[in-house]
């Protein structure tokens, strides 16, 4: 029972720490052949600017990036795609807390490349 217990703890422990893992890490590095929309930009957007552009009632960010349709409009007609490729310490830059990981900037830039695949 007691070893239960432990276990236990050591998985809640590791739910909580890639809840806070650091973003810039998202995808260690590592550039997929073929970017889509759910399995790697939606988790970048979700770590990295959901937290302001969001459609709660008092959102901070101006707009939502919680769809494809949403993302994929402000990757293509928007300034999305420059505002994240900002020099660190641009006061534009996005996200505001800081520049992501080249990985993850790369990432995006492959899905516009790749034609926006949702899936
Ligand atoms: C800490 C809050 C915060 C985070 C995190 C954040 N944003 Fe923003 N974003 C804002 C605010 C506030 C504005 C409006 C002010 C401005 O344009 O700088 C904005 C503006 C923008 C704009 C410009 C809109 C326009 O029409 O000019 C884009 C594009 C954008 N954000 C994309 C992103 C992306 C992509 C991410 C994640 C990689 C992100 N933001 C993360 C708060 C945030």
């Given at each position: 029972?007691?070893?239960?217990?432990?276990?236990?703890?050591?998985?809640?422990?590791?739910?909580?720490?890639?809840?806070?893992?650091?973003s810039?890490?998202d995808?260690?590095?590592?550039?997929?052949n073929?970017?889509?929309?759910?399995?790697?930009?939606k988790?970048?957007?979700n770590?990295?600017?959901?937290?302001?552009?969001?459609?709660?009632?008092?959102?901070?960010g101006?707009?939502?990036?919680e769809?494809?349709?949403?993302?994929?409009?402000?990757?293509e007609?928007?300034?999305?795609l420059?505002?994240?490729?900002?020099?660190?310490?641009?006061?534009?830059?996005?996200?505001?807390t800081?520049?992501?990981?080249?990985?993850?900037?790369?990432?995006?830039?492959?899905?516009?490349?790749?034609?926006?695949?949702?899936?």
């Open positions: 029972m007691k070893m239960f217990r432990i276990i236990l703890m050591i998985l809640i422990l590791q739910s909580i720490q890639s809840c806070t893992n650091d810039s890490e995808f260690l590095g590592v550039i997929p073929v970017v889509n929309y759910t399995e790697h930009i988790p970048i957007i770590n990295n600017c959901l937290t302001c552009h969001n459609s709660n009632p008092n959102p901070i101006p707009f939502p990036l769809t494809y349709d949403e993302v994929q409009d402000k990757t007609n928007g300034n999305l420059q505002r994240i490729q900002l020099p660190v310490g641009d006061p534009l830059i996005m996200p505001q800081g520049k992501m990981s080249q990985t993850n900037i790369d990432i995006i830039l492959k899905w516009k490349d790749q034609g926006y695949l949702e899936n």
